[in-house]
């Protein structure tokens, strides 16, 4: 392309050739230039306009805001909705780990509010910044997940606790007479019909007649009849080959295939059988032999502090009985 310039004065003339790549570049820098310029002339007409609060830019600029607003209002709302439904969540959890919590702390035999207290808490304060939304939804994220592995946590322990109670609950820990003293204790004595040495399979507590045989776990009754050397009879299966045995009673209260938990009363201290006066006969068998009931009776001394004072006269004997 050529461009011819002359000059009515000096009567002179030029000509610029110009090629098509240079064309291009000369329009595009004659754009851009346009662009600058409108783009300035637009901004500092729209701010003078906006500052001055002329009517057109004025009301421009209030759509403008208030579209940003808006904008700004629904990202909040939604933010605000999804938040509240994280600590809707949380919430539910939180109650369901209280109520795991007690009843693990129940299990456990510690006091719930021990745990409720709040822990004490101080230091001096360094102030920092305020957390970002980011932040802050990382920060519930982090702490549902945390809910969740306690919330597992605390149901492991509670299956395991219970199955621990379970099993405890079936060992013959509770002392099968309130009010009695201890007899004869288990092992070789005397026999009080023969003289002879004799193997004593159980142990002896002394009561008055009537008195009241409770189970010393919980089980399933067996046996309920009168045999010719224990008398009236009851023997309870706790489960894992633990029998135990109430004998010389003088009444039975429970019957064969009863269930009974512990403490239930089976039976009434009485000298039915081979005998020489009321008292309670009471052995535990494992695989049908027999061991020292008062290992049994001294493991759950500390659950039952009635028993304390029946344990503390175990040193007395009297072969007299049986």
């Given at each position: 392309m050529h461009f011819i310039i002359t000059d009515a004065w000096l009567a002179k003339s030029r000509a610029i050739h110009l090629s098509g790549t240079k064309l291009l570049l000369a329009l595009i820098g004659l754009s851009f230039v346009l662009v600058v310029l409108a783009a300035g002339l637009y901004h500092l007409v729209f701010l003078k306009g906006a500052r001055e609060g002329w009517p057109v830019i004025g009301t421009l600029v209030k759509l403008v805001v208030k579209d940003e607003f808006e904008q700004r209002d629904r990202f909040m709302r939604e933010n605000l909705d999804a938040m509240a439904r994280k600590l809707g969540e949380m919430q539910a959890k939180l109650v369901q780990l209280e109520a795991l919590g007690e009843r693990v702390s129940g299990l456990a035999g510690v006091n719930p509010a021990e745990i409720k207290a709040a822990p004490g808490r101080g230091g001096a304060l360094v102030s920092g910044r305020s957390l970002s939304m980011e932040e802050l939804q990382a920060t519930l994220r982090d702490l549902d997940q945390l809910t969740e592995s306690r919330a597992d946590l605390l149901t492991v322990m509670e299956s395991r606790l219970l199955d621990q109670k379970i099993r405890t609950m079936m060992l013959p820990t509770q002392m099968p007479v309130q009010f009695g003293h201890l007899g004869s204790p288990f092992g070789w004595r005397i026999d009080p019909f023969t003289g002879r040495s004799a193997l004593h399979t159980g142990v002896d507590f002394e009561a008055q007649t009537g008195a009241p045989i409770v189970a010393?776990?919980?089980?399933?009754?067996?046996?309920?009849?009168?045999?010719?050397?224990?008398?009236?009879?009851?023997?309870?299966?706790?489960?894992?080959?633990?029998?135990?045995?109430?004998?010389?009673?003088?009444?039975?209260?429970?019957?064969?295939?009863?269930?009974?938990?512990?403490?239930?009363?089976?039976?009434?201290?009485?000298?039915?059988?081979?005998?020489?006066?009321?008292?309670?006969?009471?052995?535990?068998?494992?695989?049908?032999?027999?061991?020292?009931?008062?290992?049994?009776?001294?493991?759950?001394?500390?659950?039952?502090?009635?028993?304390?004072?029946?344990?503390?006269?175990?040193?007395?004997?009297?072969?007299?009985?049986r």
């Amino acid at each position: 392309m050529h461009f011819i310039i002359t000059d009515a004065w000096l009567a002179k003339s030029r000509a610029i050739h110009l090629s098509g790549t240079k064309l291009l570049l000369a329009l595009i820098g004659l754009s851009f230039v346009l662009v600058v310029l409108a783009a300035g002339l637009y901004h500092l007409v729209f701010l003078k306009g906006a500052r001055e609060g002329w009517p057109v830019i004025g009301t421009l600029v209030k759509l403008v805001v208030k579209d940003e607003f808006e904008q700004r209002d629904r990202f909040m709302r939604e933010n605000l909705d999804a938040m509240a439904r994280k600590l809707g969540e949380m919430q539910a959890k939180l109650v369901q780990l209280e109520a795991l919590g007690e009843r693990v702390s129940g299990l456990a035999g510690v006091n719930p509010a021990e745990i409720k207290a709040a822990p004490g808490r101080g230091g001096a304060l360094v102030s920092g910044r305020s957390l970002s939304m980011e932040e802050l939804q990382a920060t519930l994220r982090d702490l549902d997940q945390l809910t969740e592995s306690r919330a597992d946590l605390l149901t492991v322990m509670e299956s395991r606790l219970l199955d621990q109670k379970i099993r405890t609950m079936m060992l013959p820990t509770q002392m099968p007479v309130q009010f009695g003293h201890l007899g004869s204790p288990f092992g070789w004595r005397i026999d009080p019909f023969t003289g002879r040495s004799a193997l004593h399979t159980g142990v002896d507590f002394e009561a008055q007649t009537g008195a009241p045989i409770v189970a010393a776990a919980g089980g399933v009754v067996v046996t309920a009849e009168v045999h010719p050397a224990y008398g009236n009879m009851v023997e309870i299966d706790h489960g894992n080959d633990l029998v135990t045995r109430y004998a010389h009673a003088s009444r039975l209260t429970v019957k064969k295939g009863d269930l009974v938990k512990r403490g239930h009363k089976v039976a009434e201290v009485g000298t039915t059988g081979r005998s020489t006066g009321p008292h309670l006969h009471f052995e535990v068998l494992v695989q049908g032999v027999p061991q020292n009931p008062q290992k049994f009776l001294d493991a759950g001394q500390n659950a039952a502090p009635a028993g304390q004072a029946v344990a503390k006269a175990g040193h007395r004997r009297n072969p007299a009985s049986r």
